[in-house]
């Protein structure tokens, strides 16, 4: 599997490539199916507060 520029994808529950920054900006609006495991941890990060994941 490919993705669009032609660089091999991976079946991995990591991280969801097909996301931007501008998506994890809220993380809290990504939908569970589109959550993996960092993307978890950005939403638990943003709504613990935590001052080292801030979007400015």
Do not use: H
């Not at 994808?9 to 959550?35: E, F, G, M, R």
């Not at 990060?45 to 994941?53: M, R």
């Amino acid at each position: 599997m490919e993705d669009a520029s032609g660089q091999p994808k991976t079946d991995q529950d990591l991280v969801n490539y097909d996301l931007t920054a501008d998506d994890l900006a809220d993380a809290a609006a990504i939908t569970d199916d589109q959550l993996c495991v960092a993307e978890a941890f950005v939403r638990f990060a943003q709504q613990q507060g935590f001052d080292f994941w801030r979007a400015e």
